[in-house]
């Protein structure tokens, strides 16, 4: 889907509610009451437009990345609180039974406390909703609880506010915006569901099995998946799926790897996983044998259907991932454009598939520059850090300005390397990232 269309869709969310109490014809009120209105209304459209950004769905995340989806979900759901805590504290008509001349409230707010309670409830849980979110690495708590509780306190808010705002809400008491609430509401449900419900039970239909473990780096393991009577998975190279490795189809235990296998390769498909916290410690200790299942394909990080001159690919440690999947399947299409890796480790150790890099720049023609901050003596590649004096040196050729750009690693890497591209004159469209953190 067209990111500008994406963008109409989700205004269009958003803003419908307001729109329609805007043209309903009720008497208006004073400002604040109607600022109070529309910051609730605002923060309720926002919440439920919350569960379409995070519901991983491909017509989103493949046109603007799941990193930039989830930074998307992330900066909303922040505007969406403050709209919320607003919300009470603009009102200034009294809260009491209404006059009985006036019939569409214009004068009064609702004192029925059941519809009060439950903006209360959902007032309260969202502070710490958000702020957990925000603060979720500082908590001592698995990603998964973090997750589940994210989850249901989400689910929570939505439907407490459902009841609030068609309890409560003065517009909503007509019957078109209370459709649209409900509308909106079941769609966020649905979108719960299709992650929660249906995606279990399409993955439990295409099993996989653990193929193979090998070490490829320090710390760092290439895990190979063989589908288990299916013919496989239908990707394109450089994207991402969500791994889970040992577990049921519905559990929570799935983390995203992109693929650093070529889909012409064949049906497997591979991961290579760095050592970093609960699970992916323990990726040197899976068997051969064990089920797994794959939420995929996700992500753009792709070079498919693109036709620019030449394509630079910019790695920076476990970011190799999904440029090694791109130059496995660049040389087994034998694409004749001429391509270049840089890619930066802190160690020669860290170096992943460093045989195989060497075969590629040897048979295919890529160029390749290894970059290491602490080199080994003798080191006959690039000493330091891929940082803004390294892209301006290396990248600054007037002939790679129509070339595609692929960047995967360290958020400072790819900060500076985007920034020196920019700088450089390479237009925005030609520079793909993807971003293994979404904070
Ligand atoms: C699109 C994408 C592609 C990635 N590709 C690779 C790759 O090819 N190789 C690689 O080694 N790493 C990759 N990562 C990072 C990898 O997902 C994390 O290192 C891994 O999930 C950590 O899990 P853990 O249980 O070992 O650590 P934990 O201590 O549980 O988590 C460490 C951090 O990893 C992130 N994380 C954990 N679980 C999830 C989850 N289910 N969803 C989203 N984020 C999570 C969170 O930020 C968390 O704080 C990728 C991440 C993303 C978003």
């Known amino acids: 889907m067209n990111p500008r269309l994406l963008l109409a869709i989700y205004l269009a969310i958003t803003l419908a509610p307001l729109g329609l109490s805007a043209f309903s014809g ?80 214009q004068l009064t707010l609702t004192d029925d406390l059941s519809a009060i309670a439950s903006g209360v409830a959902a007032w309260l849980l969202l502070t710490p909703l958000v702020l957990q979110a925000i603060g979720r690495d500082r908590l001592d708590m698995r990603y998964e609880v973090w997750r589940l509780m994210h989850g249901l306190g989400a689910a929570a808010v939505a ?14 008491a007509d019957p078109v915006l209370a459709a649209v609430w409900i509308g909106l509401f079941a769609i966020a449900l649905a979108s719960l569901l299709s992650i929660y419900l249906v995606k279990p039970v399409l993955k439990r239909m295409r099993p996989w099995v653990v193929d193979s473990v090998r070490p490829v780096a320090a710390r760092t393991w290439e895990v190979t998946l063989a589908p288990r009577g299916h013919g496989g998975l239908r990707y394109l190279a450089g994207q991402f799926a969500w791994l889970n490795i040992g577990h049921g189809p519905a559990s929570l235990f799935e983390n995203p790897f992109s693929i650093s296998s070529a889909p012409a390769a064949g049906n497997r498909v591979a991961f290579i996983i760095k050592e970093l916290g609960d699970f992916t410690r323990t990726v040197g200790r899976i068997r051969p044998g064990t089920p797994a299942y794959l939420d995929a394909p996700h992500g753009h990080l792709c070079v498919a259907g693109r036709d620019e001159p030449g394509i630079a690919l910019i790695a920076g440690g476990v970011g190799i991932a999904p440029l090694l999947g791109i130059l496995r399947q660049l040389r087994l299409d034998r694409d004749p454009r001429p391509t270049l890796l840089a890619y930066g480790n802190r160690v020669a150790e860290q170096i992943v598939c460093r045989d195989e890099i060497d075969d590629l720049a040897r048979h295919h023609g890529t160029r390749v520059i290894h970059a290491l901050q602490e080199p080994p003596p003798g080191w006959t590649g690039h000493s330091g850090m891929l940082d ?35 700088g450089l004159g390479v237009p925005a469209r030609q520079i793909i990232c993807e971003r293994f953190r979404y904070d």
């Open 26 to 105: 009720r008497p208006a009120r004073s400002l604040w009451d109607e600022l109070a209105s529309g910051a609730g209304m605002l923060a309720y459209a926002i919440i439920l437009a919350e569960f379409l950004l995070s519901g991983r769905f491909r017509s989103i995340s493949r046109r603007i990345g799941m990193d930039v989806t989830m930074r998307f979900h992330q900066l909303f759901a922040r505007s969406a609180l403050v709209f919320a805590l607003l919300h009470p504290f603009l009102y200034r008509a009294p809260s009491k039974p209404p006059y009985p001349w006036d019939t569409t409230r």
């Open 159 to 172: 439907a407490l506010l459902l009841h609030h705002t068609l309890a409560a809400g003065r517009y909503s």
């Open 388 to 422: 803004a004096a390294f892209f301006r040196d290396h990248l600054a050729d007037p002939g790679m300005r129509e070339w595609l750009f692929v960047i995967c690693g360290p958020p400072a890497m790819m900060d500076a390397a985007e920034t020196a591209l920019i």
